[in-house]
């Protein structure tokens, strides 16, 4: 780590799945280009993930957390008559062990602590105040910071954001987290049409045809399970899960579309392949998980689970059939193809009963002496354009970056990043916001990419 010349930038993203150290070296051309050259950029890996030490952990052996992997994945909600309470059960399961290997640290995992952890690094680099860039779940960790300690904010970008009410809640608002995924999945539809049959494999006479055949192979894998080589049965969970992931990153969508063909058809191919080894990649830990000497533990590949229901809090009363029937059904108002993905993680923090020693849940009216900068996609799968919204109004003096494309994270919306960098590089260096309504059009042909 090196000592900042400015104020230091940390580089966030969901716990289990963004590596920050390649998060910078991957797009570090683009991120000096927005936080300027006098800045140096500075990774921060949250408790319980890749290699921070000490290790927290609730899995037992690297058995365990693969069987937990699989559990998880294969409980989907809406996917069988018993997924719910398998899901509910996942949750329990996951308390049982939290109690076996580091309980005395679990309640420390929480984002209030990595926020205190982030302040202590900037103790540590000699600095007054902090500039932020966070994506994802590092909307939430900024967020928390910048209440913790509103008078130390330099500048803070906030992309792809989690409405951070929601966040620390067990009782979850699915409009906050899939409200625009029906939208982004349609834009696939649309984005196949109008590439044309040479360059999508799945393409029809109309986008709404296409949509049609879509759903037609959802259902014929539903019913019938596509052996795959080397790997074993293709079920509804992993699929759907990978259409889910595949909505984040538009650059994939040739592949979706060649696998739903594949699936249509009845046969494993080559692009199933494909997708599956990019589904093993998307859920390899962030980080190398490094093995303590004296214990020989490590962190968890599942971090994510116990972070998010630790934050979550828990729930006091053992729910019923009727009470997980309940979370699904309200999540099948915001979306009927993704209910199962946005009502599992609430099903297993209420059979969890995690709890951080520290939560924030008071969002209302807060002032800093800087305006967080807070940028949105129209069409992101997991945080809706809604939360950059209502998040910018819970910050007052706020601003507001729109950008009109699909995907999560503004990254992921457009190929063409000069106008999002036109807006963040000034806020940077000297603090100045997009006028009100400022919108950033997103240039996306992902047939079309090499």
């Not at 915001?334 to 969002?363: D, P």
């Not at 950059?388 to 919306?413: K, Q, V």
Request: glycine share 8%; net charge negative.
């Amino acid at each position: 780590m090196v000592k900042a010349r400015e104020p230091s930038s940390s580089i966030q993203g969901v716990p289990a799945v963004i590596r920050s150290v390649d998060f910078i070296l991957d797009r570090g051309a683009l991120l000096r280009a927005r936080v300027g050259n006098d800045t140096d950029l500075i990774g921060v890996v949250p408790r319980a993930v890749g290699s921070t030490s000490p290790p927290i952990t609730c899995d037992v052996t690297d058995s365990a957390a693969t069987r937990r992997f699989d559990e998880f994945e294969g409980s989907q909600p809406g996917y069988s008559n018993k997924s719910l309470v398998e899901t509910y059960a996942v949750g329990k399961a996951l308390r049982l062990d939290c109690g076996l290997v580091t309980p005395d640290l679990i309640p420390y995992v929480g984002t209030v602590h990595v926020a205190r952890d982030m302040d202590f690094v900037l103790q540590a680099l000699g600095q007054d105040k902090l500039s932020y860039l966070g994506v994802s779940y590092g909307s939430v960790l900024g967020a928390t910071y910048a209440a913790l300690f509103p008078d130390k904010i330099d500048r803070m970008v906030l992309d792809g954001i989690v409405d951070f009410d929601d966040w620390y809640k067990i009782e979850k608002r699915p409009k906050l987290d899939i409200g625009d995924a029906d939208l982004a999945l349609g834009n696939f539809f649309q984005f196949c049409y109008d590439a044309g049959p040479d360059k999508c494999n799945f393409w029809y006479r109309s986008p709404e045809m296409i949509r049609d055949r879509f759903f037609e192979a959802d259902r014929r894998l539903s019913e019938k399970p596509l052996p795959i080589p080397g790997y074993g049965l293709l079920k509804t969970p992993l699929w759907r899960t990978g259409v889910y992931s595949s909505l984040y990153r538009p650059q994939t969508f040739p592949l979706l579309a060649n696998v739903t063909a594949e699936i249509y058809n009845g046969t494993a191919g080559p692009a199933i392949a494909s997708y599956l080894e990019l589904t093993n990649n998307l859920t390899t830990p962030a980080e190398p998980l490094l093995v303590d000497p004296k214990t020989g533990l490590k962190n968890s590949p599942n971090a994510y689970l116990t972070i998010a229901c630790s934050d979550s809090g828990a729930r006091v009363e053992e729910l019923e059939l009727s009470d997980l029937e309940a979370v699904f059904n309200n999540c099948l108002g915001a979306s009927q193809y993704f209910a199962g993905i946005s009502s599992q993680l609430e099903i297993v923090c209420s059979g969890a009963g995690l709890s951080a020693k520290e939560r924030y849940t008071s969002w209302s009216s807060l002032r800093l002496c800087t305006p967080i900068l807070f940028i949105g996609n129209t069409a992101d799968p997991t945080t809706p354009l809604q939360n950059a919204l209502s998040m910018s109004e819970a910050f007052p003096g706020s601003g507001l970056l729109t950008i009109n494309g699909t995907g999560h994270i503004s990254y992921s919306a457009t190929r063409d990043q000069e106008c999002a960098t036109r807006w963040i590089a000034p806020y940077f260096r000297d603090g100045t916001l997009p006028p009100r309504g400022t919108v950033c059009e997103g240039k996306q042909t992902p047939f079309e990419l090499p």
